[in-house]
């Protein structure tokens, strides 16, 4: 498995909290990902970062936020959890390899707002 | 908005038996990824097709790319009940990183 360390892996908050999750790798792989998994749905993309302080938005990051002020680290901020955000959310890496790149996983949280 | 489809949702079949599941997407891609997904564990990565390739081997998979009906296909032969699982396709149609567009995924169960 490739180093990737996703914090916490299961979490339940009270809606109205701000909840902040971890994505750790060892990989020094360039580019990170956030993604949510819901039935229906496949994954989304969230936010994803190509570099330190470098991120952009996702199709799904509206009540999110991310910061990545290390290679290793990338954090997901839900500023005030709601309902709908209620779900499995992963976090991917890559490293660009010449013109295609596969991406690796974390092990998922999973998040359930009440 | 989703960009690959999987097709069947759900695929039930025995040990031995060959396994296809279809993969339809949208837009213009680079690539085209499957992987698979085990009950609560995290998506590991299969194989990688690029648009230029009509077909790719590795193991008992294979995987065929047609970008003229923006289809894909995955096929595992000799299934075995270890290959129960999810399986997603996913479009890359960037040139930074992988900011891959994933279906809903096909469930398959191999029953022994």
């Known amino acids: 498995d490739a180093g990737i360390t996703q914090s916490p892996r299961h979490k339940v908050t009270e809606t109205g909290t701000p909840v902040t999750l971890r994505c750790h790798q060892t990989e020094n792989h360039r580019y990170m990902y956030w993604y949510r998994q819901d039935p229906g749905h496949g994954l989304r993309l969230i936010h994803y970062?190509?570099?330190?302080?470098?991120?952009d938005k996702g199709e799904v990051s509206d009540g999110y936020s991310v910061s990545r002020s290390k290679t290793e680290d990338f954090l997901l901020t839900l500023e005030s959890a709601t309902s709908s955000q209620t779900s499995v959310y992963f976090c991917?890496?890559?490293?660009?390899?010449?013109?295609?790149?596969?991406?690796?996983f974390g092990q998922g949280t999973r998040l359930t707002v009440v | 908005s989703q960009q690959g489809e999987e097709d069947p949702q759900a695929l039930s079949i025995q040990e031995g038996e060959n396994a296809t599941m279809n993969c339809s997407y949208k837009t213009s891609i680079n690539n085209l990824q499957w992987y698979r997904q085990n009950s609560g564990r995290g998506l590991v990565h299969l194989i990688l097709i690029r648009s230029n390739e009509r077909e790719k081997h590795s193991g008992r998979l294979r995987v065929t790319l047609d970008t003229s009906k923006k289809s894909s296909s995955l096929l595992i032969t000799a299934s075995r009940a270890a290959d129960t699982a999810s399986y997603f396709c996913?479009?890359?149609?960037?040139?930074?990183?992988?900011?891959?567009?994933f279906g809903e995924g096909t469930q398959l169960t191999v029953n022994p």
């Open positions: 970062s190509y570099g330190v302080k470098d991120t």
């Open positions: 991917a890496i890559s490293e660009l390899q010449g013109a295609a790149t596969e991406a690796f």
């Open positions: 996913a479009t890359d149609a960037g040139t930074s990183g992988s900011r891959l567009t």
